[in-house]
């Protein structure tokens, strides 16, 4: 069974870290790319950031740049999202996507989707 869990969110304060997990099954992410979305309440889903096939190309929304770091381990096949200096807009639900070697902005591109993990940041 084709599978993407995302585990790490959590409440924090602003200016705290967390780094979020996107844990593969039934696929390798060695011919895939992952790509990390939120979604906050009354707004539209937004891609992150995009790592392809493990230890690929990166890629990040302007405004996450610095801020944000994805990374990947082959021997877990698992996509990490760190992110640092947290915000209260960053509150959101976070998900990992899957789609076949390359990453896209369109999230119609993705074929597997995990369920979400909630991240809150409070002021």
């Known amino acids: 069974e084709v599978q993407l869990v995302e585990s790490g969110g959590g409440l924090v304060q602003a200016g705290g870290s967390l780094r979020l997990s996107c844990a593969a099954s039934g696929f390798t992410l060695d011919t895939h790319a992952i790509m990390w979305f939120r979604q906050a309440p009354g707004k539209e889903r937004v891609g992150l950031s995009c790592?392809?096939?493990?230890?690929?190309?990166?890629s990040y929304l302007d405004s996450v740049k610095g801020r944000f770091t994805i990374s990947s381990d082959s021997t877990k096949n698992t996509v990490f999202l760190q992110i640092n200096n947290l915000k209260p807009e960053d509150t959101a639900v976070y998900y990992c996507a899957a789609a076949r070697v390359f990453c896209s902005n369109y999230s119609s591109w993705y074929h597997n989707w995990g369920q979400g993990t909630q991240v809150t940041v409070s002021s």
């Open positions: 790592i392809s096939k493990h230890d690929g190309p990166t």
